[in-house]
């Protein structure tokens, strides 16, 4: 807590033997600080200050009160069951800074990390895109970076693993890993005692697309009549995410369209049926007054009669 009363999250700078710096680590702090400093959108974790030069180097963030991503998934809640309408919000809020990023910052930015791990939540469950120490930002007219092999595995690009090309498609790529996770509730990367191999949720995943079987894979937190179309979509859009073909993946400026207008569609249809209530109450009321109408004109007529 600083002075004023504001919380603050610190990152500190690893030590390795003898008490000596990293030089990874410290490279990757001082490339953090030029990227932030590049960036200003409401779902990227902000930059606050930098202490680079004391024994250990410390970064400054703003304070992010719900964790991240993966411990929310992966560690449930049950006191706050994480619902289709959050995970479809912070989807989107994801989105949209890789879009950002990509394509609306002074210069194009690749993140190079894209994992739930590295997604925050602050207190109102909005996300917000942290973790930019291997960040690199590149010319508008550059199509990719030749780099090593940096990553966590279960997100990776296998076209970056096989090629060291780094392009924005390979951003795209742990994105759908991302939607993926949202969908179903899995890790990235699992195994169990009896099983040898490591399974990856993102081949698993488009095999239970191409044996037209993804309602067996979906969370059931989230499987309910209301969400289904809207989940159908995502994963449709999770799956050209995915493609082995980085060429043949939608933008994250796309991505962020698609989402949204299926948020939109969800809305659309709320409002429709809201309308169609309305309009079955509107119906019930006119045929009560008619009703009443009727029954009054014969109430008059029997008492003239009578």
């Known amino acids: 807590m600083l002075t004023d009363g504001n919380i603050v999250a610190i990152k500190k700078s690893k030590l390795v033997e003898e008490k000596v710096l ?12 030029i990227i ?5 959108h409401r779902n990227v974790v902000k930059l606050l200050g930098c202490y680079l030069e004391t024994k250990i180097p410390l970064l400054v963030y703003e304070f992010i009160p719900n964790g991240t991503l993966y411990d929310l998934l992966h560690r449930p809640n049950e006191e706050f069951p994480l619902t289709w309408e959050i995970r479809l919000r912070i989807a989107i809020a994801i989105a949209n800074a890789l879009s950002y990023l990509h394509s609306a910052a002074s210069v194009p ?36 970076v030749t780099t090593r ?6 997100y990776l690009d296998p076209e970056y693993f096989r090629s060291n090309q780094f392009t924005e498609k390979s951003d795209v ?3 759908g890993v991302v939607l993926v996770e949202l969908i179903t509730g899995q890790k990235p990367i699992s195994s169990s005692e009896s099983e040898e191999v490591v399974r990856s949720l993102a081949n698993f995943f488009l095999l239970s697309m191409e044996e037209n079987a993804l309602l067996n894979v979906v969370d059931p937190l989230v499987m309910n009549g209301n969400a289904k179309e809207e989940i159908v979509a995502v994963a449709k859009l999770a ?3 995915l493609n082995l073909n980085g ?14 207008q299926i ?16 309009s079955d109450i509107d119906d019930m009321i006119e045929a009560s007054d008619i009703a009443s109408c009727s029954t009054s004109s014969s109430i008059i007529n029997d008492s003239v009669t009578y």
């Open 247 to 260: 060429k043949k993946r939608p933008t994250m400026k796309k991505v962020a369209m698609e989402l949204e």
């Open 36 to 40: 932030l400093s590049q960036i200003n």
């Open 263 to 278: 948020r939109s569609l969800k809305e659309a249809n709320v409002i429709e049926q809201s309308t169609y209530e309305d």
């Open 149 to 154: 092999v940096q990553g966590t595995f279960g």
């Open 109 to 144: 930015i690749y993140h190079r990390d894209i994992k739930s791990s590295n997604i925050l939540l602050d207190d109102k469950y909005n996300a917000k895109v942290s973790d930019f120490g291997t960040s690199i930002s590149v010319a508008l007219e550059q199509t990719h």
């Open 239 to 241: 799956k050209r995410c």
């Open 173 to 175: 790529y742990s994105f």
């Open 22 to 33: 990293d030089d990874k680590k410290l490279k990757q702090f001082i490339n953090e600080v």
